[in-house]
């Protein structure tokens, strides 16, 4: 069914020389080039003194004592919601005053309940959240006033405050009903998709920043690959009938480009998989379960341009990194055309894009280093919800007011966690 590994790849020159055949050129681009416009100045704000966050104090059933169960939680994608907290317990924008807060973090980690193979029970996710709401809502009178319009909360599952790892499912569960006023900071982004709410702020996946920064090659290392790609192109165990899995396309990328001496495809993940990043040209990434995959963040911080290939994806901070300079984007019907539509992308093209991923700002907004610097991803994710202040006149609730049901959502949502 496909799941092996493509024909060993040529050496390099003889890989320029077939490129060169194809009238492309194997390039690495000399310097960097900053982002022009707005877009560049977003990258870099400063969010400090531009809004105050409070940081509910739960019990540690929430949070603590689900990591202390499972450390593999700091390890996986979906890792922010622990190391947001522990990056706002000590960010100059929190305070110890609620009254003059602009925004309210409740620490609630959904993620953190895996299985032996590490995938996170969605099960549980619901009802946890529902019972850390309750529990703020009965303790401060914050919640109340606004229904949650000025808190924020992470749920950067596979189709965020849905909770489902399938699409489908996903789709009929919808958002959580209480979060339905909240402020979702999640790694799914979809266009007009339920899953989406908006306001929310799409960030990228948790990738580990050390580790991925003990792998860097000298910048001069030639780019001798032309296109990369090391991941799943069928699941097998979830979608034994194929074509439910990432939508056909993964499939289509094997079938069409597994004999292809230009495409470095495999399933397998090698040790010098980071290293191989930052000696292609383009990577691919395609849509899995859910359109985002940490591959993004991988092929940004390794300045291998992204391929993407997930239809009305929402991308992380993108009003402040601009993604159509810096990518490119492949339609899934079109993943079958996917050598002639690179080959065809003008040299002149391909150096820029290579500038502006070598910019030190675009890699630090795509990662959650410990501790934190500036520009990374958290001050991003402080940089958006900035931009939504001052909150409007609706966020706050009229005495005896009430929007939400808590009644509504699946039955299994309800019972007590």
Known sequence: MGTGRAPARALPLALALLLACSDVVVVAAQGTERIQGSAGDVLEDDPVGRLKVYVYE???????????????????????????????????????????????????????DLTPWGHPLTTKSPRMMRSAIQYISKRWPYWNRTEG??????????????????????????VLPVLRRATLVQTFGQKNHVCLKEGSITIPPYTPPHKMRTHFVPPETPR????????????????????????????????????NPMFDISTDHPPTYYEDMQRAVFCLCPLG?????PRLVEAVVFGCIPVI??????????????????????????????????????????????????????????????????????????NGLARKLPHGKDV????GQKVLNWTEGEPADLKPW
């Open 396 to 399: 706050f609730l009229k005495p």
């Open 224 to 259: 001798s690959i032309f296109v990369y790609f090391r991941g799943l192109f069928y699941d097998t165990s979830n979608d034994p009938e194929g074509g439910y899995y990432a939508r056909g396309a993964r499939a289509s990328v094997w079938e069409n480009f597994k004999s």
């Open 149 to 174: 319009a000025d808190h924020f909360f992470v749920t950067p599952h596979d189709f965020g405050a849905c909770f489902y790892f399938q699409e489908a499912k996903a789709i009929e569960r919808g």
């Open 289 to 293: 379960w859910a359109p985002w995959s």
């Open 309 to 382: 290939i997930a239809d009305d994806i929402v991308l992380p901070f993108a009003d402040a990194i601009p993604w159509e300079e810096i990518g490119v984007f492949v339609a899934e019907d079109d993943v079958t055309k996917l050598d002639t539509i690179l080959t065809s992308i003008p040299m002149e093209e391909i150096l820029r894009k290579q500038r502006l991923l070598a910019n030190p700002s675009m890699k630090q907004a795509m990662l959650f280093p410990q501790p934190a610097e500036p520009r990374d991803a958290f001050h991003q994710i402080l």
């Open 58 to 112: 739960l019990p540690p059933k929430y949070n603590k004592n689900i990591l202390a169960k499972d450390s593999r939680c700091l390890k996986h994608m979906f890792a922010t919601e622990i190391f947001i907290h522990r990056f706002l317990l000590s960010s100059a924008v929190r305070t110890l005053n609620p009254e003059e807060a602009d925004w309210f973090y409740t620490p609630v980690y959904t993620t953190c």
